[in-house]
């Protein structure tokens, strides 16, 4: 074995160690939040209401992947499940974010396509994405059903929440890794 070959299998292991001790924690601390998300998205579901998702940058891509499981499938077939990724439509994104700004870009298409009893998933490691505040602040006022996904500290977006799921960690590789973990939970709890 090289040098190089050992360090990269130490580096691996160190990673892979940091993902249990968070998915350990967070099997400590959030099994009721994660449930409570489960039967907040099968209420609105089951009432014809939808799931918005956003994020940037990793969580844009979190809210693209959860959005996919929900309209085509996780494990079983089933019919589709209304969600949208709000990350999705480069002209509105372009459009908002020229002509207001980027912090609107999600915010305006809450106004446009929130209803009451719609449920927004923001996503964010740090909970400070001024556009996804925006987003639960417009969703609040479209009276639809607020969560926060988040890190570290929950950071500003957390509060804003009717729910909050904070991933015990401060390590945005991890926190972002927990946050696919818990939509991937989520899809398997609505297919069951």
Avoid: W
Avoid at 7 to 36: N, W
Avoid at 75 to 88: D, F, N, Q, S, V
């Amino acid at each position: 074995m090289t040098d190089a070959t050992a360090a990269a299998e130490t580096r691996i292991s160190h990673s892979l160690d940091q993902h249990a001790e968070v998915v350990a924690a967070t099997r400590e601390a959030l099994i009721p939040a994660i449930a409570r998300l489960g039967l907040t998205v099968r209420a609105a579901l089951a009432a014809g209401n939808k799931v918005m998702l956003c994020g940037n940058g990793g969580s844009a891509a979190d809210a693209q992947h959860i959005s996919a499981e929900l309209i085509g499938r996780f494990k079983k077939e089933r019919g589709p499940l209304g969600a949208i990724a709000l990350t999705t439509d480069s002209s509105i994104l372009t459009c908002v974010g020229n002509d207001y700004s980027f912090d609107d870009i999600f915010s305006r298409q809450v106004l446009g396509l929130g209803r009451p009893g719609d449920v927004l998933i923001g996503i964010s490691t740090s909970g400070n994405s001024a556009n996804v505040i925006n987003a639960m602040a417009a969703a609040e006022q479209r009276q639809c059903v607020t969560v926060a996904l988040v890190g570290r500290d929950g950071g500003k977006l957390a509060p804003l929440a009717q729910q909050a799921i904070i991933v015990p960690s401060n390590d945005t590789a991890r926190i972002q890794e927990m946050h696919i973990m818990i939509g991937h939970m989520m899809c398997d709890f609505l297919e069951d």
